[in-house]
């Protein structure tokens, strides 16, 4: 990398950095708790890393967190993986969530858009009501603290109410998106073991109909935990037998109560699938998600009771919880159910027009595929009040800064960030007062001591290295689900480098203090920021008789694309004619998700493997982006080299 000192595409203006929630944030710590006053965000980052536990304090007194039983201390143990946050400290997420409804009771919470692109708002008030309801009938299930709740729900406001209510019992919510198949679905539940299930009938996607009746049947059958479940009904359908009507439970008119629990009490489980076996089951916790995303949203994304927060996202991906803890801020939240590009590509700048979004989160592919598009913005739609465009899921090209500036407006905050399932937030990204240079991250997150290290745990500046953090946050996993020893955690981070997060991506920190990601390090397939292991397409794919054995690989593309080739081994006699090929793709698409059907599909001689018989994915993605294979893989530990050519020559072939 270049250590030469481009112009910025973008810099805050003088007013703008005044005005910044994280410039009065710095004044007041320096006032208080001894924060450096001058140096800008530099060194308050700097502050934040070197003075963890002063600098989480800092943050709960700012935003005035109210800790029911109050903290003997920030950090206990401070080793990774296990730190211990706030210990004897209680609290509860959704008491804060549902906070800002004692002093804009009429105001909008929420903001529900579906494919007709009109607005429906929830007040703060209506929010609060559900939610006390819920959560009375709820208890009223026996459900109690630490019992798993679940929902098949696509991005609707009943989503928001069921993860509030279930957090204000201490229950421990999880979910998927309706597109997601019973396998799919099944692999992250049957985990889990909910009591509770929230459905729907169906949703609505580009403009048809998805009934999904057969599937919540197929659910409730392989889900024996479950004590009731609830329908929602979307599609206009009678509730199934033994199902429980959404509107009776959330028809009262009761004030919440909230459970005090714990500061690691589990709030959530989200899932990242590694490469082999079943999703990971990420357990985050109240407190820490609450301390993590007001420091996230309030300071890095500079929300408050004046803004409005849309993120195109849907329920299976992180940032869906991350868009409802807006609700944190005060801030009014945008939730799009649908499409990303119906009836048009320009459908998420429409709805920034008519919801007055003024933070619009999205990805690189849907930027991407604006530019493709001949999308112009700001020609055919009102986004005055649009300061900040965020993106992530992959990194944003170059090109794709060079026409958010060009097509949005010149005078536009661009946010390219990074984080993870596994944080459930940012490492880098958003900074309201530092400048934006092209393909770049403005800086690590506070509190965030982010670092690009070599393979000897060396720190590299302006050079490729693997993403490290080097003190605990508080968002990262208290545990997963079914992984009593901690082995499954520690293995999926602490390994490489012990007692530091190695995160699986590849990243340059610049002398200037931005950063680069280069995409994962590791074989996990994510698209649209959405990640499944490969492990669930060889499931699916196998067990076609005419599979003998697959491999997928996923691959960040320069223009801001994904590539994602499925590599088929057929068994004898069998042909990939435009049969078998249709029958591969429908079998992902029903199965797991429509999300992650291959690119293309392309029969191999046969799939490498380790010598131990695991399937060489790693090095097979980067002789496809072009590495030798001397440098791609240790020829020692591979079964049968001679099959790695045919890589080989494909990827010469392709570039």
């Known amino acids: 990398m270049s250590t030469a000192n481009p112009s910025p595409l973008w810099q805050p203006?003088?007013?703008?950095?005044?005005?910044?929630?994280?410039?009065?944030?710095?004044?007041?710590?320096?006032?208080?708790?001894?924060?450096?006053?001058?140096?800008?965000?530099?060194?308050?980052?700097?502050?934040?890393?070197?003075?963890?536990?002063?600098?989480?304090?800092?943050?709960?007194?700012?935003?005035?967190?109210?800790?029911?039983?109050?903290?003997?201390?920030?950090?206990g143990d401070r080793s990774m993986p296990g730190a211990e946050w706030f210990p004897e400290a209680t609290l509860n997420y959704a008491e804060h969530a549902l906070r800002a409804a004692e002093t804009r009771a009429d105001e909008p919470a929420l903001l529900y858009v579906d494919e007709t692109h009109e607005a429906t708002p929830v007040s703060w008030s209506e929010l609060r009501?559900?939610?006390?309801?819920?959560?009375?009938?709820?208890?009223a299930l026996g459900v109690r603290p630490g019992d798993r709740v679940s929902g098949y729900l696509p991005n609707i406001p009943q989503a928001v109410v069921a993860l509030l209510a279930t957090a204000a019992v201490g229950g421990v919510w999880t979910s998927c998106a309706p597109d997601f198949g019973a396998r799919s679905v099944l692999d992250r539940f049957q985990q889990v073991e909910p009591v509770v299930l929230f459905t729907v009938d169906g949703y609505r996607y580009g403009g048809k109909e998805h009934d999904r009746r057969d599937t919540v049947a197929e659910l409730r059958r392989e889900l024996p935990t479950l004590r009731a479940v609830v329908h929602i009904s979307l599609l206009g359908t009678e509730a199934p037998e033994g199902a429980l009507e959404w509107s009776s439970l959330t028809s009262a008119d009761v004030a919440p109560l909230f459970e005090a629990v714990p500061f690691d009490h589990p709030l959530w489980v989200l899932y990242?699938?590694?490469?082999?076996?079943?999703?990971?089951a990420i357990v985050q916790?109240?407190?820490?998600?609450?301390?993590?995303?007001?420091?996230?949203?309030g300071l890095h994304c500079d929300l408050g009771p004046e803004d409005r927060f849309f993120w195109y996202t849907s329920t299976g991906w992180m940032m869906w919880n991350f868009l409802v803890s807006g609700l944190l801020t005060g801030t009014t939240i945008v939730l799009y159910d649908g499409s990303p590009g119906y009836p048009d590509t320009g459908a998420q700048w429409r709805i920034a027009e008519r919801t007055g979004a003024t933070l619009f989160g999205t990805s690189a592919a849907y930027v991407m595929a604006c530019r493709k598009a001949g999308v112009h913005p700001s020609r055919d739609f009102d986004l005055a009040r649009v300061q900040c465009v965020a993106t992530t899921g992959s990194p944003l090209p170059p090109d794709g800064f060079r026409w958010l500036h060009d097509e949005v407006r010149e005078d536009l905050w661009i946010a390219s960030v990074s984080g993870g399932t596994d944080v459930c937030s940012c490492f880098a990204g958003a900074v309201p007062t530092l400048p934006v240079y092209i393909g770049e991250l403005q800086a690590p997150g506070l509190g965030t001591d982010l670092q690009s290290w070599d393979p000897s745990g060396k720190p590299l500046t302006d050079e490729v290295g693997e993403l490290v953090v080097t003190?605990?946050?508080?968002?990262?996993?208290?545990?997963?689900?079914?992984?009593?020893?901690?082995?499954?955690y520690h293995d999926s981070y602490f390994d490489t480098y012990p007692g530091v997060w190695r995160h699986g991506d590849w990243i340059t920190v610049t002398s200037r203090g931005s950063v680069v990601i280069h995409g994962r390090?590791?074989?996990?397939?994510?698209?649209?920021?959405?990640?499944?292991?490969?492990?669930?397409?060889?499931?699916?794919?196998?067990?076609?008789?005419e599979i003998k054995e697959s491999l997928v690989i996923g691959i960040e593309q320069p223009d801001g694309g994904y590539w994602m080739p499925l590599f088929v081994h057929l068994a004898p006699g069998a042909t990939l004619d435009d049969a078998l090929l249709n029958r591969i793709k429908q079998t992902i698409r029903e199965q797991l998700s429509p999300r992650h059907?291959?690119?293309?599909?392309?029969?191999?001689?046969?799939?490498?493997?380790?010598?131990t018989g695991k399937r060489i994915e790693v090095p097979v993605k980067r002789l496809?982006?072009?590495?030798?294979?001397?440098?791609?893989?240790?020829i020692g530990s591979v079964d049968n080299v001679e099959l790695l050519h045919f890589y080989e020559d494909l990827a010469r072939k392709r570039a």
């Not at 009501?129 to 208890?139: I, P």
């Not at 990242?272 to 990971?280: D, N, R, V, Y």
């Open 597 to 611: 059907v291959p690119d293309e599909v392309i029969e191999v001689p046969g799939v490498p493997h380790t010598l």
């Open 471 to 488: 003190n605990p946050m508080p968002s990262m996993p208290i545990r997963f689900w079914n992984d009593p020893d901690g082995s499954r």
């Open 624 to 634: 496809l982006q072009g590495a030798t294979l001397e440098k791609a893989v240790n």
């Open 285 to 297: 916790s109240q407190g820490g998600i609450l301390v993590e995303h007001l420091k996230q949203l």
């Open 129 to 139: 009501r559900q939610v006390g309801s819920l959560a009375a009938e709820l208890r």
């Open 272 to 280: 990242s699938s590694g490469t082999t076996g079943l999703p990971k």
């Open 521 to 545: 390090s590791d074989s996990t397939l994510n698209r649209q920021g959405v990640r499944m292991g490969s492990a669930d397409i060889y499931e699916a794919v196998e067990r076609l008789p």
């Open 13 to 75: 203006t003088e007013e703008r950095i005044a005005q910044a929630q994280i410039t009065k944030f710095q004044a007041w710590a320096a006032e208080h708790h001894g924060a450096p006053s001058d140096g800008g965000y530099a060194a308050l980052h700097r502050w934040s890393v070197d003075e963890l536990d002063t600098f989480w304090k800092a943050v709960t007194e700012w935003f005035d967190v109210r800790f029911s039983t109050p903290y003997a201390r920030v950090l």
